[in-house]
């Protein structure tokens, strides 16, 4: 993994740009670099830069003031998550959508933050019905009591949450990867920061267009399953419930359409 340089990346390393670079610097953010990453990454998943080429490094430089191996490292990182893409004598370039590592948090929120996200919700959650009830499955099976025990206090905090008492988004997502974990299969567990990521903003859609929060007693029926080690109603259970919000995304796009 690249890590950038945090001593030349502070606000009171190099002086680049003047004092409009410095106003730039200031809206990046205490670390340059991860700042100019999540600047130049939402421009570019958002289109800022289609038809167009990207730019140079010096004018990176000096169009947002920082250092030139600060932008080199965040040119090197978006690389990395397959968003741009350098040949000799054509420079560096964006690559195309299907070169997106789709898997890479930061690249799958700049991606929801585009007009068009009810498409990758619906093939998000596409995605979610081939992995999350083979997990479920699994958890009935494998679970340890402590495993089992997470998966019991997300449902209490997403009950919690109905009254008030927690966050909605934070405890439906508890529960979910609790039960990620519970599969105790190493892909299924490294889902968990993609499920986290696109669940922010498939729950707050969903909510918004079914009018309330998710459904507490089609979570327990995951729950109880998995609890009394009936595999089959634990992937059963999984499979409904998102089942249900594809069709909730399904009846949104009719409408929009």
Known sequence: MLHAN??????????????????????????LT????????RSIVVGEYRGRAFPTEAELVKLHGVSRSVTRE?????????????RPKQGT??????????????????????????????RFNELRIGVEPQAAWLAAQRATADQRA??????????????????????????????LRASNNPFFVQFREVVSTALRTSIRFTNRISGRSASIADHAAVA???????????????????DDVLQLIERDADQRE
């Open 6 to 31: 945090i001593g030349e990346d502070h606000v009171t390393g190099d002086m680049v740009g003047g004092e409009g670079g410095l106003q730039v610097r200031g809206q990046l953010g205490r670390n």
């Open 34 to 41: 991860f700042g100019l990453l999540e600047v130049l990454g």
């Open 224 to 242: 109880d399953a998995i609890q009394a080690g009936d595999a089959a109603a634990a992937r059963a259970a999984m499979a409904k419930l998102i």
């Open 74 to 86: 965040a040119v090197k990182m978006l690389g990395a998550k397959g968003l741009l893409g350098a």
């Open 93 to 122: 370039f964006v690559q195309p959508d299907e070169q997106w590592n789709l898997f890479d948090t930061d690249v799958l929120r700049w991606l929801l933050e585009r007009k068009s996200s009810i498409v990758l919700l619906r």
């Open 150 to 179: 997470a998966i019991a206090a997300g449902l209490v905090r997403m009950h919690d949450a109905e009254m008030g008492d927690d966050d909605t988004l934070d405890a439906d997502i508890a529960f979910h990867v609790a039960i």
